[in-house]
């Protein structure tokens, strides 16, 4: 069957270069197909509402991220770190601890920013937080895209940038890979 592959941005910016690196994914590797994951409607996260199913956007963001064989989180880098929006949506994805819909789910990390360090410290962060909930986060590789007001058009909302193309379709390429790596990890 084909796989399915769950596209979140850390991003709620309508011209987020990271939603228009997100949107470009599908274009570049058409192997699988994808389902954009929105992070919009989720309440902060509060234990108080983590009860049984929790709210309705809680509850679809979960299933959609069950739905997929796999999770590409595209994000910017805020202060040096993971983005707050984000970080509350994978916090809602951890729980139920023994359910949670990032248990064993394999995940992979993609970042874009007009500055010149990629979103290193963010990544690095997302992967802390990933790892936390026992997703199986995609090791070795790294998605860094920096600059990317350059490597864009923006009107047309594309990414123009060969090079930076053909290095995402390879990051997605490996990623597919990682997803029939999982089960042999789980023994
Ligand atoms: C930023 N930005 C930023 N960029 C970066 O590379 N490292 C950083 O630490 C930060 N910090 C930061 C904090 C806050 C509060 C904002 C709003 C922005 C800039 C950021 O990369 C830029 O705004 C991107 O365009 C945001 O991504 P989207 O929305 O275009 O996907």
Redesign the pocket.
């Known amino acids: 069957m084909t796989k399915k592959i769950g596209l979140i941005v850390g991003?709620l910016?309508e011209h987020?270069?990271?939603?228009m690196i997100a949107e470009a994914i599908p274009e570049l590797e058409a192997s699988v197909e994808y389902e954009q994951i929105s992070i919009a409607e989720l309440p902060l996260y509060n234990g108080d509402l983590d009860r049984g199913d929790g709210p309705e956007p809680v509850r679809l963001f979960r299933e959609a991220i069950q739905r997929v064989d796999g999770i590409l989180i595209v994000s910017?880098?805020?202060?040096?770190g993971i983005p707050g929006v984000l970080k509350n949506a994978l916090d809602w994805a951890s729980t139920p601890t023994k359910t949670a819909a990032l248990l064993r789910k394999p995940a992979g990390l993609v970042g874009?920013?007009?500055?010149v360090?990629g979103?290193i410290l963010s990544q690095q962060q997302i992967r802390q937080t990933l790892e936390a909930a026992q997703a199986y986060v995609l090791p070795f590789q790294k998605m860094y895209i920096s600059q990317v007001m350059d490597k864009v058009d923006a009107e047309r909302r594309e990414l123009t940038d060969e090079t930076t193309r053909k290095y995402l379709q390879r990051y997605v390429q490996q990623f597919i890979h990682w997803i029939d790596q999982v089960p042999a990890l789980e023994g």
């Not at 910017?76 to 040096?80: G, K």
């Open positions: 991003s910016r987020s270069f990271n939603r910017p880098e805020y202060n040096s874009a920013t007009p500055g360090k979103t």
